[in-house]
C-alpha cells in the first residue's frame, strides 16, 4: 500500500483533474503542508485570504496532526471526485475561449 504521503500527493494532483473546479484549497491541504506558526496573519481587507487562515487556524488549534490533515484531505478528494467527476488522464476542466 501507497505511504500517507504518497495518497496525499495523489490525492493533491487528483483534485487538479476535476471536471468542475469547487476550490480546490483547504485548510486540511495547507496543515498537511505547511507550519501555522510562520504564517502571517492576513490584513483587514483581504476577506477571501482571511477565511481560509481562520479556518486553517481552527484545524491546527483542534490539535489536528499532520498526517490527520493528510488523511481527511484525502478523503475531501474522494467525495469531491465522486461529486464533480474527475479526468484521470489529467485533462481536467476545459476552458472555453
Known amino acids: ?18 471536471k468542475s473546479k469547487p476550490d480546490p484549497y483547504t485548510e486540511m ?5 505547511e507550519g501555522f506558526e510562520n504564517t502571517p ?3 483587514l481587507m483581504q476577506l477571501w485570504e ?20 493528510m488523511e481527511q484531505y484525502i478523503e475531501l478528494v474522494d467525495k ?3 461529486k464533480y467527476g474527475w479526468d484521470e488522464n489529467g485533462e481536467g476542466v476545459q476552458v472555453k475561449k
Open 1 to 18: 500500500m501507497a505511504t500517507l504521503q504518497a495518497r496525499f500527493e495523489k490525492s493533491a494532483d487528483d483534485v487538479k483533474k476535476l
Open 29 to 33: 491541504s495547507k496543515a498537511s503542508t
Open 41 to 43: 496573519k492576513p490584513g
Open 50 to 69: 482571511k477565511g481560509k487562515y481562520n479556518a486553517w487556524k481552527e484545524v491546527v488549534e483542534a490539535g489536528t496532526t499532520k498526517d490527520q490533515a
Open 80 to 82: 469531491l471526485k465522486e
